[in-house]
């Protein structure tokens, strides 16, 4: 079984600049999570989605993060503009359906921002 | 709100001792699930370990248990016969399983080495 996929691995851009990144969760998997993780903190919930729809976006920072997940398969999240404090590790994860305990993730884009 | 406090930054263990990471949580939900991930350098994040707040006993997955105190609102990891590659980042995280969007909140992590 394949796992959640995600791309780039890395990215190097400066304050200003916009960024993208994506995710293809297991297939079949309902439920796809981004999450942002800090260095030396744990993830924190930026946004979930149930199929093509938003379930939770309480935590995204609207004025420059966007997501979506047209086909309810693979999703993007933007950043745009960039600052300092975006630099972090974002995590994509799935699961089967909102109800299921486990999540499987991501190996994660790491986003420097200079 | 719910929350996850992990009061142990970093802990140091000789191979082959068990260990224990403490995680403590607050939630006024009755229905709730508690899980242990495991982050290595890698950076992806593997689920090791889920207990649900129902369930009558310890959760345990081969070297993996979960010592839950539901009165003391606890939800310690307990690894037995620690082995090199368990060194890595641990997270403790809970869901509430009610209505609504279930998010999964996670502590701060605990750094484990485990030295040769």
């Known amino acids: 079984e394949a796992g959640v996929a995600q791309s780039p691995r890395y990215k190097i851009i400066e304050k200003r600049q916009s960024v993208a990144f994506w995710c293809n969760p297991i297939?079949?998997?309902?439920?796809l999570y981004w999450y942002q993780q800090i260095l030396g903190q744990g993830p924190k919930l930026l946004i979930q989605?149930?199929?093509?729809?938003?379930?939770?976006d309480s935590q995204l920072p609207k004025d420059r993060f966007s997501a979506e997940r047209l086909k309810g398969v693979d999703s993007t999240l933007k950043i745009q503009p960039a600052k300092l404090e975006d630099s972090a590790v974002y995590l994509c994860?799935?699961?089967?359906?909102?109800?299921?305990?486990?999540?499987?993730f991501g190996s994660g884009t790491q986003l420097s921002v200079l | 709100a719910q929350k996850i406090t992990q009061t142990q930054p970093g802990m140091f263990v000789q191979e082959k001792e068990a260990v224990t990471l403490d995680c403590t949580y607050d939630?006024?939900?009755?229905?709730?699930?508690l899980f242990w991930y495991k982050q290595p350098s890698s950076g992806e994040m593997i689920f090791l370990i889920y207990?649900?707040?129902?369930?009558?006993q310890n959760a345990t997955e081969g070297r993996y248990s979960l010592n839950f105190q539901k009165a003391r609102k606890s939800a310690n990891l307990v690894i037995s016969a620690s082995q090199l590659g368990d060194s890595a980042m641990y997270f403790c995280a809970m869901r509430e399983l009610g209505q609504g969007a279930q998010k999964l909140v996670f502590g701060q992590g605990t750094r484990l080495t485990i030295n040769p």
């Open positions: 939630t006024s939900d009755q229905s709730y699930g």
């Open positions: 994860a799935s699961s089967f359906s909102r109800n299921n305990e486990k999540l499987f």
């Open positions: 297939s079949g998997h309902a439920t």
């Open positions: 207990q649900g707040s129902y369930d009558e």
């Open positions: 989605f149930q199929n093509n729809g938003v379930v939770d």
